[in-house]
């Protein structure tokens, strides 16, 4: 395995996806140094998209983050998240009743605002039961799990409704340790077993997010996917994802793929990235 | 498929083993006449055995709760359950240290009295960490779910000791409704999911406990398991555990398995009973 | 469940998606009728494509086939099948070396075409093994199950290359009776668990097939996913592949799905169509 | 990890259970020294099991084919075979018509002896597919894959009968190569999946055939399972199953775990052996 200089890899194309967590930002805020590389994509007039498993919050709320953090390269017309995926699912295919979730009233507020009529499953009840027309899996965090989950269970096996998840990981690591957080797809995993039902997921590998990226950069610009590079920490979602999308990836190994693991973790996978390099800082 | 009459079907065999939940007992109680059962089998000196995946009290205090209940015929020594294969797993296997369990301290109580030292999963902490040497799921209450089952994952990503799941079963159904709760079988899958790990599962349909079942009752009497029936509610659990052991089996459709589905689920899983009876009532 | 007309259902869209197999084509040739719906198509206005899961021949080939059955409205720019998906991925992905493939010649033509040196598995030895970049799994036929699956395991055993599996499908119907044949999708499972790699999957449910025939129908006119309806015979590719990417569904009760079957594997799986109709046929 | 002198370990135990493949043979024949083990255990007077996941020959034929290689210590009494389990549950189970298997005709020679009429798949038939009572999966080789397996999933897909895995393992090593083979296991995933059925499956990891040893022990002698040591060279199916029968384990690195492998493959599997040595040999 050949650990490639990320500037000399970034040269060859003409846009940039980027995956966040462990490529932009790390467990104390963001990776040292990666301002310079949106300083460089700008002076090389290189084009570049976020590319984000997450649906806690919106992409402005997100794009806020960054800024607070002091990068302002990242505006929110730049930031593809797993939640945007799941919300145009519920613009296109959800036209009335009640949109349950689980998560924070955060996160239910992104999809609110499409003008369906959401309510925390912790609300739903024996009156408002018959009008539930969709589930949707947000976030960890805003509910009691024992009461909440054991209710989603009963709501799912009751109702014929789509349950969507709308951020594909199971766990996520908590700030400063090494310590990790089950995310909503592990306990998503878990429902879609008990009920045995098939859920929606939206969220990397799935090429879905991928063409939501995609379609944003052709909108302004004619564009092959060869020009297109997809840099991330993780095999399973950010590099087979962009690989079977057709583009070609970078394996960065500032977050979840440790140097050591990397070359052992290709080869067990069989995912292979195009390039390795130590970070996306320039 | 042919429903037939119970007594008919015990009159073929000497040693009856049966399943609880949905067999002996329904959500409201015992079911309806099943003491006419056990006064027959008393009758024609037919021995019988109760074979439970149920691992949130002892052996004793489920003999009381049929006691209690008005079945007198079902005494501890008759009981096999599934937390009793994890108590010989640990006898056997853990020699020192702290079993860090999930579940209510009832659950704990059982598997204490083996002179292991027991802490909930909350009591672990930096101190008592490098101590921990097994952990055990026995029950879904008991516990905060979000506080425990996140620093369930994170032991076991930091610790490599065995992993003991007591109950395999996913749901159990909840007294009076038609409501279920999420077991702590389900529970285990979603960690062990998520860790990547191997857990050790104890309880039908594994043949281990009908092994345990078979050498209690071969410890008084000389016995084939052609002379064995196994009567269960359930069709992956009771039944094709029955079937593996070599048991021939009845579905009894007072449970979890309705009469207008029994014939299509016999059909679409492959699990096949020996006979099928509308319950285990003579 | 309500069955509704198909023709009152197409009225509501400008642009139809098919599935081919169970839906234009029963076992016996096309589905009687079938000309009637393109007709009527044609009259209105309405575009459509054929989106399939299939890698056994070109697009043009599969036009001729239907041509062959006298239907002449399904030209070769009309179809979208899981070949053309992993044809892009080996141009866009795999610059050099030998394709090996299991597959009929036929299948392998096609992806042949691309410029790239393709080999069937049986033709892959010791002198140019080091010289294979990709597996591709296209058909069932065409080679010796046992010594070329064995041969495949150990190549990607060997090496660490993508594997492609060009068609998802589990097995097809055989013509003229009810019997089936395990497809490649079924044997790419087995492989993929053997070796524990991660394979790539083209064809529905997965949205990049559909995006293909999105992609293509916006290069002709501006169009919202609201105005497509998408057709099909299957609650797992067809219709929560649709459901998925945003379209409309039909799920049609001319193929895999039976009448009386319906109703009970919506309910049990919660894949939801859009509407129901007995076929496609106006 | 510490890697222990065998002949220390045995020394604490009266009676020792060996996995063949990896453990006694070798890809070359026998493991060289492994006599003088045997030797050992005859002075010391310690008894020995041979616990072995094969269904391609009768506990005869295997002893017979150890006496060839010169090792006479190992005779029928002493193996336990995944292939005895599969026949003990027909003979318990499987009273009338055609058993149908997978296999060559050896390995159908031994379960035919129980009195049941065997046919091979490939010879089964309008005529005689009614009185098909029983499926057996017994080994990869003896018929042809494209033609048995295709009319093995149509059997399954009309008949509701009992189908039966002989072998768990996925893959077996080819002698004097580093090449292997797909075993009967991998090909039964594979079908099961298809069908959806669920099959029966017989040997380690799962108890029965620990308790069929153990049995067999017992008749001889009062033991208790602290006194037996489990020897194996695979986590997932002597050490696991060694384990959860409660027996403590050694895994020797002379087969499938290389030395290199082990540590990490114990931490990444929660597979924990209750010894590591390079081999079986004293």
Redesign the interface.
Known sequence: MQVQDFKSVVDKYRIVFFDAFGVLKSYNGLLPGIEKTFAYLADQGKEYYIVTNDASRSPKQLAESYHKMGLYAIDQDRIVSSGMLAK??LD??VNEGIVAYLGTQNSAHYIDSSGLHTLPVSAINQQNMHNVSALVLLD?EGY???DD??KT??I??KK????IVANTD??YPLSGSN????AIG??A??IE????????R?GKP???IF?FAYDLIRERMSVS??EILMVGDTL?TDI?GG??????TVLVLSGNTLPDDAETR???????PTYVCESAVV
């Open positions: 145009e699912y296109l295919k960890d009691n799990w024992f989950l054991n269970v009963n799912l096996r014929t409704i789509p349950a199971n766990i310590e990790v957080s089950i592990g306990i995993t878990m077993s008990i009920v045995g039902k098939r859920f929606l939206f799935d090429s879905q063409m996917k060869r399973h087979i690989n079977k999308f057709g583009l070609d290709i080869r067990s996978t069989g995912i292979l």
